[in-house]
């Protein structure tokens, strides 16, 4: 196997300045009161990502309004996105453009890419399913409940049994859904006839692409959340003293740490080698991918637990942001589908049958 | 560049391959690898290496691989291989990596590992074995204890008290001890596999030359550290392909025998495929770090994760089998019977070899428990361990 599942200098920069743009502009600390204002998104923080860093177009070739980077850039990005629970819709968008592309939709392309237009790619969070849209000529109608990245967007592209359709914002009505996971808040989605642009025949791929970038890239932000907790619940045990000791001398906790380290280690190798064969269109993708979302969503949530555990009483306020990541890491770990889904999904790939044939 | 230095390396590959039969006689034809720089490329020019990058060396095994070509049975010499030859390097005079370096490397010399003893284990700065100067030698007093392939082994790699009047880290020294020495005594040690992989050695005014000294006397701890580092990135490391490892029994019984499944056993199944995989990209990884650098606390993680995926692989394979599980080993044989592997062959043995010795796993080269303080304090920066016996000096520690 040839894949690099180190970071380069250049992703390790890319790193630095979107961890310094996030520390600007949205600091941990108002992302919870943010949570509870109208306006959940941080769309200022959006708009600078897109302009700044470049990260709605850093996949994409050129010719096509990209800037001719990867997907393993881009992953680094949401690692970062993750360790700062932002609330932006990066994922729901980056899922659009990919769904865009492969439907071969150029004249869509460069306003997503731009990041001038907003879109997400409208599904159902908790599992992908089959929608039961109805599509009636250039109209359609019909509910998804519980889409993410939905409340801002522009433009929404849907995957129907008849391909994938291109549907104005301005055309759905959309509630908002008080979400366990406020930095990533989701919408129900209502269609009464709204008016839809096939952008690609059933079959042609778009959606499945789509959600495996997504799934990459989600995979990587479990491990970049991950990553945080653990830092953050490292520092405190350190600077918190009872008994007269420091508690993170006592081996009870010491060693929960080093577990904890040892799994985000393991989940490292994981998402890189899913974000390697996102990048390079592998044809294992698809394995590292299921792999990659079976192993980073429950270590993520477990990095939650630990910190919010190993944060004794302060860890259970609604002031400390602790509970920010318990949520984002459990909504994601079911938001693509949970671990278990993908395990079933990995023993179809790779030829492991539930039960007898 | 490097794409320069590769051909040039495959270049001095076919240029040896054409100039040396590995079949008119093997030993010669090892040596002669080692004397081309050919045995490890990543140490110096003239002990078997080039001065290349680690990584390259998988172009010297992969094209010797393709010309069909024998290598020196790296499993028999592992401990060679993998601790003592770079604790040899780093910390030994040249003299000392001129004598040992190519006999270590060809398998003429068989090396062992005489650090642990019945007193200590984790707590191994505890050593209690003596050396005692005596004129331009040191005589060796003491037990060692876990000591793979000693009854094969031509030098042992000691860890001895120099000095018991200071604190325990601070009185060791590092030897190469002549285990053909007549003071030199081993005795095999069963385990509870039934076999006897391991040995005691008994060490009775055994007589090491001060030549035989690798490092200061007195540095013995830190030229010790060298060892540890290399033999947890040997047991957690590797680059196997998928499946491959404890996980390979399992799938091919999953495969083949449609009757041993049901729904349980399926997510089971694939908890631990993720977790092998997992692993297994983690070490990928590993060895991508190192090809940049030197061992490091990762090589903890890997050997820890290693361990636990070992036994909890093999533990699900002996549920899966049922009653076939409960047959221990090739019932054709008594294997209960003591038998000394030279190799263990983990995957050729049946399931419940395969659990009952998986339980070494989180024992040997570092407990999980002390792995884990490692990570914590050296990666995490936690605070140490509450030391009672840290500025005691050792012959006053309780014992």
Known sequence: ?357 | MTSDREQDLRDRVAAFVAGHDPRADLMEYLRARFDSGLAWVHFPVGLGGLDLPRPLQAIVDGELAAAGAPDNNPRRIGIGLGMAAPTILAAGTDEQRRRWLRPLWTGEEVWCQLFSEPGAGSDLAAVATRAVRDGDSWVVNGQKVWTSMAHEARWGILIARTDPDVPKHAGLTYFACDMTDPGVEVRPLRQLTGEAEFNEVFLTDVRIPDAHRLGAVGDGWRVAQTTLMNERVAIGGGNAPREAGAIAAVVTAWRERPELRTAAAHDELMRLWVEAEAVRLTGIRLRQQLAAGSPGPEGSAAKLAFARLNQDVSGFELELLGSDGLRYDDWSTDTWTTERPAVVDFLARSAGYRYLRAKGNSIEGGSSEILRNIIAERVLGLPGEIRVDKDVPWKDLPK
């Open chain 1, 1 to 357: 196997m040839s894949a690099d599942l180190l970071y380069s200098d250049v992703e390790e920069q890319l790193r630095a300045s979107v961890r310094d743009l996030l520390a600007k502009r949205a600091p941990v600390a108002e992302a919870i009161a943010r949570t509870e204002s109208g306006e959940p998104y941080d769309q200022d923080l959006w708009r600078a990502l897109a302009r700044e860093v470049g990260i709605t177009g850093l996949a994409f070739e050129e010719e096509v309004g990209g800037h001719g980077a990867s997907w393993r850039e881009v992953a680094v990005v949401a690692e970062e996105l993750g360790a700062a629970v932002t609330a932006t819709p990066f994922l729901g968008h980056t899922m659009a453009a990919v769904a865009a592309q492969t439907a071969g939709a150029r004249d869509l392309l460069p306003g997503l890419l731009s990041g001038e237009r907003t879109a997400t790619l409208a599904v159902t969070a908790g599992g992908p399913r089959a929608s039961d849209i109805e599509v009636d000529g250039a109209k359609i109608t019909g509910q998804l409940t519980g889409v993410i990245d939905a409340l801002t967007a522009d433009v929404l592209l849907v995957p129907t049994a008849h391909g994938l359709h291109l549907v104005e914002a301005a055309a759905v009505s959309r509630t908002p859904v008080p979400s366990l996971d406020m930095t990533r808040p989701l919408c129900d989605v209502t269609f009464h006839s709204a008016a839809a642009t096939q952008l690609a025949e059933p079959g042609a791929g778009a959606r499945d692409s789509a959600l495996l970038v997504g799934g990459a890239l989600l995979s990587s932000e479990q491990l970049g959340l991950a990553q945080r907790c653990l830092d953050t619940t490292v520092a405190y045990l350190k600077e918190r003293y009872q008994f007269g000791r420091p508690i993170g001398s006592f081996q009870a906790l010491k060693h929960r740490a080093a577990d904890l380290w040892a799994a985000i280690a393991q989940a490292r190798a994981v998402a890189r080698y899913a974000a390697a064969c996102v990048a390079d269109q592998d044809p294992d993708a698809p394995v590292a991918v299921a792999l990659a979302l079976a192993y980073c969503g429950p270590v993520a949530v477990r990095a939650a637990e630990e910190c919010v555990q190993l944060h004794g009483g302060l860890g259970f306020t609604w002031e400390h942001p602790a509970h920010l990541y318990l949520k984002r890491a459990k909504a994601d770990a079911i938001l693509l589908g949970t671990a278990s889904a993908h395990r079933a999904r990995l023993a179809e790939l790779v030829a492991l049958p539930a039960s007898a044939p």
